[in-house]
């Protein structure tokens, strides 16, 4: 049986309906509604920007608070002033006679500081040096840390050391290594003996920098260091007596040639031809 389905409502005026009633009327063709501002999601907008303002600046505040502590250090500017504005090394590539060959050196003379290590490494790769190359050395010393790392780029590049200075022409000159520069010397896979140049060592002690805690055990510290100069030492085929020759004064002792090779410190003698 079919249900009976009454049709949808509407006015009756005798006029057959059609299936769905009676058809709207004929609207006005359809116009764009202007686009109204969208005031709430501007705000909305303008709270998030803001927020990740202020997110950001309190990130740049933070870094560069911590930036500054770390660069208003002592250490921290001496290591960039050594690296970037004034080098306590300076250095020079010439050619010279070595061994009865023609070889690159690079000659470099001054004070190893904080960031000596890093500075010679760039030099190094800027002069091109390949094994049995060498490195003229000529300074009074500075800081031990940075030296031990010349001389370990120094070993793994297979480059010789010498002591001495060199003009344009590759002319040299006698010299002296001194302090912290003997390590760096030592590095040299060959260690020249230049006649007239000099090989100077002294006491190794730690000295406790300022605000350190005064119960700080300096004796302790002293003995770290003087077991990381044998270790570094006799690694590097020095002679572990060479501790012995440091220990008898604070001031520079002077090797005389046949002391430098005894310790095994100087390995060969300079021969031009």
């Not at 803001?50 to 309190?58: G, K």
């Not at 660069?71 to 020079?92: E, H, N, V």
């Not at 031990?144 to 003009?167: N, P």
């Not at 510290?221 to 440091?246: C, F, H, N, W």
């Amino acid at each position: 049986m079919i249900p009976k389905i009454k049709p949808p409502s509407g006015p009756s005026n005798g006029e057959p309906a059609g299936p769905w009633g009676k058809p709207p009327a004929e609207q006005p063709p359809h116009q764009p509604a202007a686009p109204q501002p969208e005031a709430g999601r501007r705000r909305w907008l303008g709270r998030s920007s803001l927020v990740s303002m202020l997110f950001a600046i309190m990130i740049v505040g933070l870094w560069g608070s911590r930036a500054y502590q770390d660069l208003s250090s002592p250490s921290a500017w001496a290591y960039w002033k050594d690296l970037y504005f004034s080098p306590s090394l300076t250095s020079s590539v010439v050619r010279i006679e070595i061994g009865g060959r023609s070889v690159r050196a690079l000659a470099i003379k001054g004070e190893i500081g904080a960031a000596a290590a890093s500075w010679f490494r760039d030099r190094l790769d800027e002069a091109k040096l390949v094994p049995g190359d060498l490195v003229l050395m000529s300074s009074p010393g500075g800081r031990l840390d940075q030296a031990m790392i010349i001389g370990e780029v120094i070993r793994s590049r297979g480059l010789t050391t010498m002591v001495g200075t060199a003009d344009a022409d590759g002319r040299l000159r006698a010299s002296y290594c001194a302090s912290a520069c003997v390590f760096a010397y030592a590095g040299g896979k060959v260690r020249e003996a230049f006649p007239g140049s000099a090989l100077g060592v002294h006491q190794f002690r730690t000295e406790a920098p300022k605000g350190a805690d005064a119960g700080r055990d300096i004796v302790a510290d002293t003995q770290k260091t003087t077991g990381m100069i044998l270790e570094y030492m006799t690694r590097m085929g020095v002679s572990p007596a060479i501790l012995q020759a440091m220990s008898t004064t604070r001031d520079i002792r002077w090797l005389k040639e046949k002391e430098a090779f005894d310790l095994n410190l100087a390995t060969d003698r300079y021969a031009a031809n």
